[in-house]
DNA sequence: TCCTTATTTCGCCATATGACGAAATATACC
DNA sequence: GGTATATTTCGTCATATGGCGAAATAAGGA
């Protein structure tokens, strides 16, 4: 019951549900889904880790830059049938599409750019 | 999306999964429902009718109580698969099996004892 | 080593959620 | 109609959650 809870919370805030369709078949660094999410590094972050506690995603550092993907062989079996499901039901969902579309523009910008822009925009508000 | 995410939160909480996994196969009144978590009645109703607003379950009125039972043919395609994973996953759970146990003598009182029983346990309270 | 920068952690705030009891509602029974 | 009672609605409270910015951490490059 445990896993299974921590699975469905994890699953129970859109920006997340989003950030998992979106590492649909793909692996995505951090500022790119800070990017689609258009929300503060340090929240993208936090919803990482949740996601990652629920083992629905695994996560990989190189150099400076933190990679995430689904989870597959360390995915428990509630984890694992989770992701199926959303795949499942959300894949036609208009936010989703909209998202993808979305995601192919972020994903021309290199990783190196995309952090710099973004560190820009924070710079200027202040 | 929306749908799914009213899905998704409805089952976030482990007292309305129980609920909902007390509902298999059969159909149950409310102060069941309360004998089995024990829970305050408004608390429950609450419960119940988040798990109906997101069409997980359907109700019905007879006389003074009210029975909830599974939405079947109501349920949207998002709900229905849930129950569907929901059963598949947790049907050997310890908590739900224990629920189980104790829901077969919280069968054998019918539904006034239960309530009448229950008014009482409220009143020595205060 | 020092500097830059991508990410995470922490502290704080606003809102959402789940709990209860009291009051309102609905329905049977007299 | 009036009373009893099962359920729901409402008001309130404590805690959980999600958001941000600032500071800490980690890792590459000068």
């Not at 660094?29 to 929240?43: D, F, K, N, R, Y």
């Not at 795949?87 to 995601?103: I, M, P, W, Y």
Request: hydrophobic fraction near 45%; charge should be positive.
């Amino acid at each position: 019951m445990r896993d299974f809870m921590d699975v469905i919370k994890a699953l129970a805030d859109e920006n997340r549900v989003r950030a998992l369709m979106a590492l649909r078949g793909r692996e995505l660094c951090v500022c790119q889904i800070i990017e689609l999410l258009g929300l503060a590094p340090s929240t993208v972050s936090r919803h990482m880790s949740i996601l990652k506690q629920a083992r629905l995603v695994v996560s990989r550092k190189q150099g400076r830059w933190a990679y995430y993907r689904l989870a597959a062989d360390s995915a428990t079996p509630d984890a694992r049938e989770a992701l199926v499901w959303l795949q499942a039901r959300l894949s036609t969902d208009q936010v989703v599409r909209a998202d993808t579309r979305r995601l192919l523009t972020i994903l021309r910008t290199d990783p190196e750019t995309l952090c710099r822009s973004q560190c820009q925009a924070r710079g200027a508000l202040s």
